[in-house]
């Protein structure tokens, strides 16, 4: 049986949801999966409710000595590109053992973080496998030097199968409108505030939570409720309740920008229907008219006249709710972990 490390520089992480169902999920096949972290993440994290959302241990944590503690594994694999290239490369030829990684979103996209033509091509001779979480992705790492056999689209993992099995019925209406996401600009809760605000007109009295953006605006209008980060199972409790799921994603002034948002897998497990930009790797998962809509990025007016759309066409939410699930299903966390186990880690 292949051992199998997951060198990260923080573990765990609130936010990195599919780093750890990666983890579980690889477990759940049978295959013996630990955690080495540079750096010990906040006490209280859980990724989920029962035993699979509890973070594991790791068995090591620091720099110091992490290499002689992963030469015990067969295979190393890690997130985020800057982390692969600029950590996780080094340790893994200190320990002698191959390595591959997950790019995302920050760590291509960010001025100030993203790996350089320079840095790939010192790395794509020695990895194993880069993993992409979209085809756009995978363009995007080709078009910097690294060889496409070197690249495999698998994307980001999410614990959908509890979600798809417990999921509402689609709504048959729109009142209630949900966003998810980390108070940063590249979410574009702005955009959806805007947008919300004009779809109102012909809409009275559409209803707008979103989590993750307590102080977006000083005084909230009647409507407009905002919420800071919960855990998981709040915020899926409150998908359940929701109507339509928005991703405003835009790119940020630093040039982040998503990849493809997590919580429009899950919207799609649990049969509620999205609406989108037109951005980066989401319309890998969102197809427009099938189970979601896409708008162009930042486009107030397209936003307020999409959520109008769904309002006054109840027929085509619910459509757009019950194909959720077949689309999300490529997200599922044992199907990201097969893929991996056959694309990524196989020597």
């Known amino acids: 049986m292949r051992r199998i490390a997951y060198v990260v520089a923080q573990y765990p992480v609130p936010s990195q949801t599919f780093v750890h169902a990666e983890i579980v999920a690889l477990r759940r096949l049978g295959f013996e999966v630990e955690v080495v972290a540079l750096?010990?993440?906040?006490?209280?994290?859980?990724?989920?409710?029962?035993?699979?959302?509890?973070?594991?241990?790791p068995v090591h944590v620091g720099r110091a000595g992490a290499a002689a503690a992963l030469a015990r594994f067969d295979h190393l694999h890690g997130?985020?590109?800057?982390?692969?290239?600029?950590?996780?490369?080094?340790?893994?030829?200190?320990?002698g053992r191959p390595f591959s990684f997950t790019a995302h979103a920050y760590d291509l996209f960010r001025h100030d973080a993203a790996v350089t033509p320079r840095e790939w091509a010192a790395v794509a001779g020695s990895v194993q496998r880069v993993v992409?979480?979209?085809?756009?992705?995978?363009?995007?790492?080709?078009?910097?030097?690294?060889p496409l056999d070197k690249i495999t689209v698998i994307p980001n993992a999410a614990a959908l199968a509890a979600l798809m099995r417990n999921a509402p019925a689609a709504p048959r209406a729109l009142h209630?409108?949900?966003?998810?996401?980390r108070p940063v600009p590249k979410k574009g809760f702005s955009v959806l505030v805007s947008a919300w605000a004009r779809a109102r007109v012909s809409v009275?009295?559409?209803?707008?939570?979103?989590?993750?953006?307590?102080?977006?605006?000083?005084?909230?209008?009647?409507?407009l409720r905002l919420w800071p980060m919960t855990d998981?199972?709040?915020?899926?409790?409150?998908?359940?309740?929701?109507?339509?799921?928005?991703?405003p994603c835009v790119v940020a002034p630093d040039g982040d920008m998503d990849g493809i948002p997590t919580v429009l897998a899950e919207a799609g497990a649990l049969r509620r229907p999205v609406i989108a930009s037109r951005l980066s790797g989401i319309?890998?998962?969102?197809?427009?008219?099938?189970?979601?809509?896409?708008?162009?990025?930042?486009?107030v007016n397209a936003l307020a006249m999409a959520l109008v759309r769904l309002a006054q066409r109840p027929a085509e939410l619910t459509r757009l709710g019950d194909a959720g699930p077949a689309?999300?299903?490529?997200?599922?966390a044992d199907v990201v972990a097969r893929r991996l186990l056959h694309e990524a880690f196989a020597a």
């Open 204 to 223: 009275p009295g559409l209803e707008l939570d979103i989590i993750g953006g307590e102080g977006l605006v000083v005084d909230p209008p009647a409507g």
């Open 176 to 181: 209630k409108v949900l966003a998810v996401g």
């Open 327 to 332: 689309l999300a299903a490529a997200h599922d």
């Open 132 to 146: 992409a979480i979209s085809r756009f992705h995978r363009d995007f790492i080709r078009d910097r030097g690294v």
């Open 79 to 95: 997130h985020f590109a800057d982390f692969g290239v600029r950590a996780l490369a080094g340790l893994a030829a200190e320990a």
């Open 283 to 299: 319309p890998d998962l969102v197809a427009d008219g099938v189970n979601g809509l896409l708008v162009p990025p930042g486009d």
């Open 232 to 247: 998981w199972g709040r915020t899926m409790e409150a998908m359940r309740r929701a109507d339509v799921v928005v991703a």
């Open 39 to 57: 750096q010990r993440g906040p006490e209280g994290v859980t990724f989920g409710d029962g035993p699979d959302g509890v973070p594991l241990t």
